[in-house]
T-cell receptor
Framework: NAGVTQTPKFQVLKTGQSMTLQCAQD?????MSWYRQDPGMGLRLIHY???????DQGEVPNGYNVSRSTTEDFPLRLLSAAPSQTSVYFC???????????FGQGTRLTVV | QQQVKQSPQSLIVQKGGISIINCAYE??????FPWYQQFPGKGPALLIA?????SEKKEGRFTISFNKSAKQFSLHIMDSQPGDSATYFC??????????FGKGTKLSVKP
């Protein structure tokens, strides 16, 4: 049971670089989302998807892009990394919006 | 109005004691209130959840109390154990199912 798999676990980027954080789930969940976690700030929603081909913005979407071409995958793209994007990123999925959300192990991103 | 306010930020409890974490919200459209537990280096995991038509839900040592009129809900951990030491997040759901999280409470249970 893989659940929600995030790669990489750690990443260091230079300001201005771009990269993609990968997220895959094997539970056939329609609903997937990306959060960032910063000290004292809880988890803030970046983008979410209610199914393949459908995405929408969350609370803090600026500087990030997403796409959902398959049910299983929901990558998060940083277009031009900034130090303010230093954070721990979590991907989550659930069968329905109000059922248990399963989180990945997180990606710790540092932008220097 | 979309915020979920969580308190305290940190909590130290002796082994065997009761840990209580409180959350408050403003948006009456919220209809699902889960609590998540997070250990260092791990992703959050669902602990227990409640819907507003129920005033209390208990699962083992964990209980959610829900006060709809006051727009408050709380997590009680009975007989707290060192293994319960973690960060706890309350959350609320609205709209298409987006979870709004509180800022978290770091619980330390002393042996």
């Amino acid at each position: 049971n893989a659940g929600v798999t995030q790669t990489p676990k750690f990443q260091v980027l230079k300001t201005g670089q771009s990269m993609t954080l990968q997220c895959a789930q094997d539970m056939n969940h329609e609903y997937m989302s990306w959060y960032r976690q910063d000290p004292g700030m809880g988890l803030r929603l970046i983008h979410y998807s209610v199914g393949a081909g459908i995405t929408d913005q969350g609370e803090v979407p600026n500087g990030y892009n997403v796409s959902r071409s398959t049910t299983e995958d929901f990558p998060l793209r940083l277009l031009s990394a900034a130090p303010s994007q230093t954070s721990v990123y979590f991907c989550a999925s659930s069968y329905l919006p109000d059922t248990e959300a399963f989180f990945g192990q997180g990606t710790r991103l540092t932008v220097v | 109005q979309q915020q979920v306010k969580q308190s305290p930020q940190s909590l130290i409890v002796q082994k065997g004691g009761i840990s209580i974490i409180n959350c408050a919200y403003e948006n009456t459209a919220f209809d699902y209130f889960p609590w998540y537990q997070q250990f260092p280096g791990k992703g959050p995991a669902l602990l227990i959840a409640i819907r507003p038509d129920v005033s209390e839900k208990k699962e083992g040592r964990f209980t959610i109390s829900f006060n709809k009129s006051a727009k408050q809900f709380s997590l009680h951990i009975m007989d707290s154990q060192p293994g319960d030491s973690a960060t706890y997040f309350c959350a609320a759901r609205y709209g298409q199912g987006n979870l709004i999280f509180g800022k978290g409470t770091k619980l330390s249970v002393k042996p």
